[in-house]
């Protein structure tokens, strides 16, 4: 089977080798440079699957054009809370979860970091705003500055082994 994804290396792109890795499964990457194409090729049916940030395909599931199989993640999105995890369907441990996040230059004082930060939670957490991003797509969750940098260290951490396995190199 092949899938498409909206870049080589993404979030998505390692979810499916993960996923092939430890089903035994095998999948044949068709590399698109971003969702647009990738995402009308699946829904044309010029590819078999394809993983996809939920705010790239959700104006599809909502058309039904396209169906979600799974959200790679151990906990339901409340994007699409009727679709499956991963770790519901047998595969636990599994995160693709794609986070927008900011971030500053290294040397910003700390208290301007925590200004940001604290005006940020207010945006992100504002209930008319989460209702806007749910309606593009996005599941918004405020965290904090420690919070993002330990995201990202986990990121590192969790998708480092498989990267180095493929041998992804980005140019």
Known sequence: ?????AGYGLL???AVEEIAQRTG???THIVYKGGGQA???LITARVDFGSFAAGTVNPFLQDVK??????VQDQRSALVPNVATTAEQGLPGLDAG???MLFAPAGTPKEIVATLNGELRAIVGNPAMKERFLKIGFDPTPITAEETADIVRRTGETWAPLIKRLNIKLD
């Not at 089977?1 to 994804?5: A, C, E, I, L």
């Not at 396209?66 to 959200?71: D, G, H, P, Y």
């Open 1 to 5: 089977m092949n899938f498409s994804t």
């Open 98 to 100: 794609v986070h927008f």
């Open 39 to 41: 995402t009308t090729d």
């Open 12 to 14: 998505q792109h390692l």
């Open 66 to 71: 396209l169906k979600a199989l799974a959200v």
């Open 25 to 27: 499964a095998k999948f």
